[in-house]
């Protein structure tokens, strides 16, 4: 049997190949179907011309050829599948145009410069590209319009500039458009609303600016919405309240200013407005969203007596962040709810006075951050039951007494700076200690450095200045691999540095 002339389907996906493949394979008479994805050893060689005119489906993703796509690319004719994530560097041949039949172009990974070659508008049957993580230049072509067949639209951290074109409002098709990660500036334009079909639009990382337009309000499909990380400056506009299928809303890192509506829907999930001027009162329909599993407020200039009590409904609760707002948060003295699902907390300057009876029966607690209030009294004993706790920072509060040597062995940063801690400083690292950070600046620690730190090979930040720790300089620091910052100033050290 001649092999040659009888393959009409290689399927090598991910076999651990190594050494150079046969380029003569891709001009087989018959073949059909070539696929190499995942052998990142192998080496292979585009052929310049004479490829298989049958072949229909080519994948060669997660591979590295680190060359030129070759014009010949243009040959293939009854190409209807075209993935290439190899390292594919220079500009994309505008041959790429002569793939009438394809339906699925997927060329994320590359290094592609220079611009999108309009001809890319000639593949009118296209229902997925994906152009993703490149470094190409310049504009989205106006052309782009043409592929009036596309479902999804990826052109995401590919370094593109310039305005978005009217011209996609010709797209009614779409379900996914991801422009994430570029440099594209100016307004939204209105043409967007005419895709309504639209469930996801994300736009986050780009320098887009003045208002969100209120056409948008038409996209009524909307289940995730990313506008975070631009410069958006105008009011929040009431319509984004109201979308009834939105799921995710990220308007974080923007400009946008005045105060937050109340909520007309319950289907949010993820919900995070923080590092904007937003002020006034935190809306109390927010206690409707009982689907909320993340919820970020923090950075604004919110300015409330904010009784915690407000968060009990919401159940699927993982993640709350209000931090460095103007608010003022309490607990009613009666309230004794859970939050079983919150992993991640963080209340730094919201004027608290005590510890949240509520996290105390979180027991998948991994992030806990109270710091810059006014917490008073002796650190919980049921801190040491936070088996997952890896983050946990009381730093700027009033705590006194004894640090429990029973914190953790999860933690990976512990600050405690700037409180009025006594005692020695807990010894109980034991070996396989994954601290990274370490920080008792400003309190009144007294007694030995403890030697068990050397088992926290991972330590990168010890601060243990403006305390009272009496010891030999601690030469034996030195055998921590990773250490980069060491402050023991204002302490009670001697001994030969």
């Known amino acids: 049997m001649n092999l040659s002339s009888s393959l009409t389907t290689l399927d090598l996906i991910e076999s651990g190949l190594r050494g150079n493949f046969p380029n003569s394979i891709f001009c087989f008479p018959n073949l059909k179907k070539c696929s190499l994805r995942g052998n990142e050893n192998l080496t292979i060689d585009l052929p310049s011309s004479n490829w298989s005119n049958p ?17 010949s690319i243009g040959e293939l004719k009854s190409l209807q599948s075209l993935s290439l ?15 009438y039949q394809l339906t699925d172009l997927s060329l994320l990974l590359n290094n592609f410069n220079g611009q999108i070659p309009t001809s890319l508008a000639n593949l009118t049957q296209l229902t997925f590209l994906d152009l993703s993580r490149n470094q190409f ?7 782009i319009g043409n ?17 978005i074109p009217s011209s996609l409002a010709n797209l009614t098709q779409l379900t996914s458009l991801d422009f994430f990660d570029n440099q594209f500036s100016g307004s939204i334009p209105d043409s967007i609303s005419n895709l309504r079909q639209l469930p996801t639009l ?40 109201t979308l009834p299928l939105l799921e995710s809303l990220y308007l974080n890192h923007n400009q946008f200013q005045g105060q937050i509506n109340q909520f007309q829907q319950n289907s949010l999930t993820h919900l995070d407005l923080s590092s904007n001027k937003l002020q006034g009162s935190i809306p109390n329909s927010i206690a409707n969203l009982v689907n909320l599993s993340y919820l970020d ?58 510890f949240p009876n509520f996290i105390r029966h979180s027991n998948g607690l991994k992030t806990l951050v109270l710091s810059k209030n006014s917490i008073h009294g002796n650190i919980l004993e049921w801190i040491c039951e936070k088996d997952d706790l890896e983050i946990l920072d009381l730093s700027h509060n ?12 999860s933690l990976l940063v512990l600050s405690l700076q700037a409180n009025y801690f006594d005692g020695n400083i807990p010894f109980g690292f034991s070996e396989g200690c994954g601290l990274l950070n370490l920080n008792l600046h400003g309190n009144q620690m007294d007694g030995l450095l403890p030697r068990s730190l050397v ?12 305390n009272s720790v009496e010891d030999t300089f601690p030469h034996w620091l030195e055998s921590l691999p990773e250490l980069q910052v060491l402050v023991l100033r204002s302490n009670k050290f001697h001994d030969f540095v």
């Open 55 to 71: 072949l229909q489906d080519l994948d060669l993703s997660v591979m590295d050829y680190g060359r030129r796509l070759p014009e």
């Open 455 to 466: 088992n926290c090979s991972t330590l990168e930040v010890l601060d243990v200045g403006n």
């Open 398 to 409: 009033n705590l006194i007494g004894k640090i429990p040597n029973c914190l953790p062995k």
């Open 137 to 143: 230049s310049g504009p989205i072509p106006v052309s």
């Open 85 to 99: 994530s190899c390292n594919l560097e220079g500009s994309l041949p505008a041959s790429i145009g002569n793939l």
């Open 202 to 241: 994300d736009l986050s990382y780009n320098n887009f600016s003045g208002q969100i337009p209120p056409s948008l309000a038409n996209l009524t499909q909307l289940s995730f919405l990313y506008l975070s990380n631009n410069q958006f400056s105008s009011m929040l506009p009431p319509w984004i309240f």
């Open 297 to 354: 407020l923090s950075s604004n200039h919110f300015s409330d007596l904010l009784e915690l009590d407000m968060f009990s409904a919401l159940q699927n609760l993982e993640t709350i962040f209000l931090s460095d707002n103007n608010l003022s948060l309490r607990m009613n003295v009666n309230a004794n709810f859970t939050l079983p699902k919150l992993t991640d907390v963080s209340f730094s300057s919201c004027n608290l006075s005590e």
């Open 147 to 163: 592929l009036r067949q596309l479902i999804i639209l990826d052109l995401s951290s590919s370094n593109l500039s310039g305005q």
